[in-house]
Every structure is written in structure tokens, then in C-alpha cells.
């Protein structure tokens, strides 16, 4: 399907085209994402590309009041505050990434297990410009 | 494959030294190992000539961020006058000098030498807490930090699964706070030797000579329950569930077991020794579990023939209030789900069926990243020869204690098994 190595960067290049991709191993058909090289189930390297569909469950979440220096550049900080988390997919495989679409002020009201859907957040310019998984409600 | 592992030879720690825990801007780490090491040299209870002692393995994190110098081991080697005696510096993150320990382990069970210092450093207040921050956060899982998360938002992260999957909430973590500053008063070498009441009243005095309203908690729970008093960091974690930025070291003094006895009538001996990797959050089959520390867990109970049940008291990586209780989950000390009632029932405090942290641990003790292991293993050291004076665990024929020690996020974990025969 597509001629590219089961690395981070070709997860991060296609995250830019708006697509979620993984691995699934031929051997055992064992999912990974970000993709893999080598399958952590049955250890073979015969890998395809699998593309998920982006929708699932919160599992676990957190909203960062001390924001890390690259995110403070992004304007978030103890006033502004962010929610990332772990999403279930339902193909099974699991994910992490901004939560967006929910109160960061309100974490208290964030229900674990509330179903989202994935969307792709640009952000910076020419070489900076980098495209983030993020997901909704 | 799996198998029965155990030492070829028996180990003993026959001395132990830590230096006091805190931020001294104007000292640095070859000040804190030197403490350390001093004190160390005095515990051994019949004398030790340096001499004997014939390697190092040292344990530090990042001190090649933090204070910009890194290659530690030749420093610390020189400065206890070793050279040109062989000295290997371990990296685990938080867990560096946990390793040390346990190379050392193996260099003196291999038969290769009879005596070596083992131990662990680091110089964390030289940089901004947003640089310890970026500096720490380096050991994290790179998709994690790609996407925001801090180290706070990791152990968060895992409470919010926890909270779900045993219906409770942040309220329970409290119990494991208050914990923990009971403890830290009565170990002179705590960052932080106050108890929460102690911070209420402290608040309350400067309210009073400010001439501000005086704050009105009813308890500690409610201390903590107020957001001026116990900021948020990273939901579910707030201030006072987070451990400090440290400086400090910590050695301790191994010898093959067969010669234990030259150096003390009370040695120490390692029962059990263990350790894990770990995957990233989105990797792991169970949030609201370390993999790495069940796998060094079963390692050092194997190893050792003991049990959950057969440890006395325990040291545990509390880097964050949940960290504590999912470890006691993961150690075996209490089922999947039940470590948060057990600190609630006060099971968990000194005086109770499983003391946790009788130093105060991390968050009270301070954690100095990279000499943490061996802070750990020395409290143990400590409680097992009854020379943990105020915070003597009061059980009688104390004989077996634990320290288990997490790196990163949860990538390494250790579990070591101290004993007195």
C-alpha cells in the first residue's frame, strides 16, 4: 500500500496528511501504532501498513496546569491549561494525544470512557510546521 | 528463558552514608558524595581500610544537564581517592543508582571482587524549576512528550485511569500526603521534615502577620482540598502530591558474604534482586500497573523464596501520591485496587501491618534523582540493624525489607530484598 519504513517519521509524515497509520504484522496481524519493525508479539519484521479509522474511547486523561517550554510557547499556561490523554481505539490499539472539545479548567467533569473521534491540529510555519494528534468529542 | 535466578556467591552491605537532602545552591555533588562517603566509612562497625575497596559503581541521572558536567564516575573516583581503581557510572533516570547497586551485586556474587562502593548522585537545584522540569521530562516516553504530557501529567494520567477502574477519586490520595510528612520529621536527613499540620500552621501565621483573613481548615484533608494551599500541577495531581526538586548522594559499602563478618557483627544481606522494562502508556496492557516492577518483583521474590507477605516494611518510588499505591499493588503487598484503602486504613504508616516509606520517602525525604536507589536501600539498611532512631519501625524481630525504585515513567524498575539473618 505504501513503500515507507514502519518508523516514527513516517508516522509523524503521515499524521501531516491527515491520516492515523500503523503496523500490522503479517505474521500474527498484531496492531501497532505508532508503527513498529518489528512485532512485539510473535518478533517477525514482516510488517503493512494499516490505517485506523480515528474513533474511541477516553481511557485515561490528564489537564497540565505547568506547562512543558515548548507548549508555553503555544500560549498554554497556569491560566490556560490543556488536557492530554490515552485514547482505546476500537480496532484495539491504543494512542495518546490532545483532548480537545473538553474543559482543561473543569478536569473534574472529563469522563473516562467518553467516545471521541480523531483530528489532525497544524501548528508553526515552513520548517516548524508540525501537524499534532488531537481528538474530540 | 525463564528460570530460577540466583547469586553465585552471597552479598552483604556492611556500611551505608547519605548525605542530607535539600537545595544547596552553594555546595555541589562531589560536596554531597563526600558526605556520604564519610559517613559511610564510619558505620562500618569494625573499620574498613579503603584500601580493599576495588571498584565503583555509581549511579546519576542528568547531571550533564543539570550542572553541565557529565563522565561523573573518574570525578567521584579521584575525590574518594580511588583512582586508578575501575568506576562505571549507571543511567536509569530516576533509577540510576538502584542499577549501580545491583551491577555492584553482581561484580562481588561473580567472584570478580571482594569489596565494592556503590552509590548515587545528583545536583538538581543549580537550574529553574521548569529546567528541572524539561530536564527530567527527557526520560519520558518520546510520544508522550511529543504530545505534551509532563511527568506530573504521565502519573495523572494513570490516576484518572485508576479513579475509573476502582471508583474513587483524588480524596484517597490524600491519605498517602499525609503519610508521608508524618514520617519525614523524624528522619534528620528530610528535605521537607514537616507534617501537613505543620504547613497549615505555618499558612496561618503569615496570614496573621500579613494581617490577611486566617484560613479555616477543618483537618489536613481539608488543607489539602484548597486550591491556594495545593495548586494544581497536572490533574489529578496537585502540589503536594508531587515530590521535590533535590540535591543529594548516597552510598553503601558491599562485600562478598563469606567476608561480612571481618566488618560487622550485623551485616545486611541482599536476599533478592530484581528488575524490569517497561512500555510507554499507550503500549501497556494496564494503565494503572508497571509491568517493570511486576517483573522485578517476581525476580526478587523467586530469588529470594519470600513473599509479598514476608516483607516487613518497604521503600517505594513514591514520585507522585499515586505512584505509592499502585506500587504496593504491583509489589504483591495488597490486591489490584485495594492499595488505596490500605493507606486509608492507616496499614501503610509506621505503626502499621506494612510500614511504606518510613523515611518519608520521595516526597517528604527528597529524591535527588540519580542517588535515590541507594537512599532507598540505606533506610532499609537502617530499620534492619535498628538505627533508624525516631522512625523505627516498632515490630518486633524485624528482619526483611524491600526497596523498590522506578525510572522515567516506569521504563526501569527495581526491587531489591535486604535481610538480616
Known sequence: MYDRPFNDNSYEQFLKEEKLMGSRCRKCGALALPPRPICVSCFSSEMEWFQFKGSGRLAAFTSIVVAPPFMAKEGFNKNNPYVVGVVELEEGAKIVGRITGVDPKKPDGIRVGTPLKAEFIRSGQGPDEKTYLAFRP | ?421
Open chain 2, 1 to 421: 528463558m525463564a528460570k530460577k535466578r540466583k547469586l553465585s556467591r552471597g552479598v552483604a552491605v556492611v556500611g551505608g552514608g547519605l548525605s542530607k537532602l535539600g537545595l544547596f545552591k552553594d555546595r555541589n555533588s562531589k560536596d554531597f558524595f563526600a558526605e556520604a562517603y564519610l559517613e559511610m566509612l564510619g558505620s562500618v562497625d569494625k573499620g574498613v581500610d579503603p584500601k580493599d575497596i576495588d571498584a565503583i559503581y555509581i549511579g546519576n541521572f542528568t547531571n550533564d544537564f543539570f550542572v553541565n558536567q557529565a563522565h561523573w564516575g573518574p570525578i567521584i573516583s579521584d575525590l574518594v581517592g580511588h583512582v586508578p581503581k575501575p568506576v562505571t557510572r549507571t543511567e536509569g533516570a530516576c533509577a540510576s543508582s538502584a542499577l549501580a547497586f545491583r551491577e555492584g551485586v553482581f561484580a562481588v556474587a561473580s567472584g570478580f571482587y571482594d569489596m565494592v562502593l556503590v552509590g548515587g548522585l545528583e545536583q538538581m537545584s543549580k537550574r529553574t524549576t521548569e529546567e528541572v522540569a524539561e530536564g527530567l521530562g527527557t526520560a519520558g516516553s518520546p510520544y508522550e512528550v511529543a504530545a505534551g504530557f509532563t511527568f506530573p501529567g504521565v502519573f495523572g494520567t494513570i490516576a484518572t485511569a485508576y479513579f475509573s477502574k476502582y471508583k474513587t477519586n483524588r480524596e484517597t490520595l490524600f491519605n498517602v500526603t499525609i503519610k508521608s510528612h508524618l514520617n519525614a520529621p523524624l528522619n534528620p536527613k528530610a528535605q521537607f521534615p514537616l507534617t501537613i499540620r505543620d504547613f497549615m500552621n505555618t499558612r496561618i501565621e503569615k496570614c496573621r502577620k500579613r494581617g490577611e483573613p486566617v484560613p479555616e481548615w477543618k483537618d489536613e484533608k481539608d488543607f489539602l482540598r484548597d486550591l491556594s494551599a495545593n495548586p494544581p500541577v497536572a490533574w489529578p495531581m496537585h502540589l503536594f502530591d508531587c515530590c521535590p526538586i533535590s540535591d543529594g548522594a548516597s552510598c553503601m559499602l558491599l562485600v562478598a558474604e563469606d567476608l561480612a563478618k571481618r566488618f560487622t557483627d550485623e551485616p545486611v544481606y541482599v536476599a533478592g534482586i530484581g528488575q524490569g522494562s517497561g512500555y510507554s502508556l499507550h503500549a501497556t496492557q494496564n494503565i494503572t500497573s508497571f509491568e517493570a516492577t511486576r517483573a522485578a518483583a517476581q525476580e526478587a521474590y523467586e530469588m529470594s523464596g519470600l513473599k509479598p507477605e514476608d516483607i516487613q516494611f518497604s521503600e517505594v518510588h513514591d514520585c507522585f501520591s499515586i505512584a505509592e499505591i499502585i506500587h504496593t499493588e504491583d509489589l504483591g503487598f495488597f490486591k489490584p485496587g485495594e492499595g488505596h484503602k490500605a493507606a486509608a486504613e492507616g496499614l501503610t504508616r509506621l505503626e502499621g501491618l506494612k510500614p511504606i516509606n518510613t523515611s518519608g520517602g520521595l516526597k517528604s525525604k527528597g529524591h535527588p534523582v540519580g542517588a535515590t536507589g541507594v537512599a532507598q536501600l540505606y533506610e532499609v539498611w537502617l530499620q534492619l540493624r535498628g538505627k533508624a532512631g525516631k522512625r523505627q519501625v516498632p515490630k518486633k524481630n524485624l528482619r526483611v525489607g524491600g526497596a523498590h525504585n522506578l525510572g522515567g515513567t516506569g521504563g526501569t524498575c527495581t526491587f531489591t530484598i535486604l535481610e538480616r539473618r
